[in-house]
């Protein structure tokens, strides 16, 4: 067996080895470098809107982000996406969502369904999955929801985002774990601020569908 001490001579006296060395370790770090997956524009501007805004601390919240989770979960590497697959890759998100440890399946498309057709789908999914028994839920963005409208103007991002960039995304996660969230929340003053309705539809009505799991 060589010494490290012959490995270092070899390594100093044969210029043509450590040559054909350095060229090898040149092209397993090149081979990796072409390996790595490019990060689409879509989700270049999710991660910039939660790093630059849904992390960041606000008065209207009680001092809280307006997503008090999100750091975490990007520190843990729990969020995964799937982009412009259509409803057909966000059906494929749900049947799956179960099959590995992500917390956050972010589906996200540049070709906009209607708001009220989304919406409303995923509502359906959500009814079906309480229904059925299972820890699922699908919370909805979309461009043609007006946020400042809503009475939530706390939640408008004031330019973090690209505003080249138009698509809708839906959230998969953990039914239970929201609420969870959605407990510590109430108890901190997080939503003192949120109009009423938004309130009981954001909460209460999601807490309706975990307790429907619960039966």
Not at 64 to 78: F, H, T
Not at 101 to 114: F, G, H, K, R, T
Not at 119 to 126: A, L
Request: with cysteine; charged share 30%; aromatic share 10%.
């Amino acid at each position: 067996m060589l010494t490290r001490h012959k490995l270092l001579s070899l390594w100093n006296n044969e210029p043509e080895l450590r040559g054909r060395l350095q060229q090898l370790v040149n092209t397993v770090s090149s081979s990796k470098r072409k390996r790595k997956k490019p990060v689409h524009p879509v989700e270049r501007d999710i991660r910039k809107w939660s790093h630059e805004f849904l992390e960041k601390p606000s008065d209207k919240l009680n001092g809280l982000p307006p997503c008090p989770y999100a750091k975490q979960a990007w520190l843990e590497d729990k969020v995964i996406f799937s982009i412009n697959t259509g409803l057909d890759g966000l059906t494929e998100e749900i049947k799956k969502f179960d099959t590995h440890d992500y917390d956050i399946v972010v589906w996200a498309n540049e070709d906009l369904p209607e708001m009220a057709y989304l919406d409303g789908w995923c509502d359906g999914v959500n009814e079906a999955m309480s229904i059925a028994g299972v820890d699922m839920h699908l919370m909805v963005f979309h461009p043609d929801y007006d946020a400042e409208e809503a009475g939530l103007d706390f939640l408008v991002d004031d330019g973090v985002t690209d505003d080249t960039l138009e698509y809708c995304m839906v959230f998969v996660q953990l039914l239970s774990k929201l609420d969870d969230a959605a407990l510590s929340l109430e108890k901190s003053g997080y939503y003192k601020e949120f109009p009423e309705w938004v309130y009981q539809s954001l909460v209460l009505d999601r807490r309706k569908l975990r307790n429907g799991n619960e039966r």
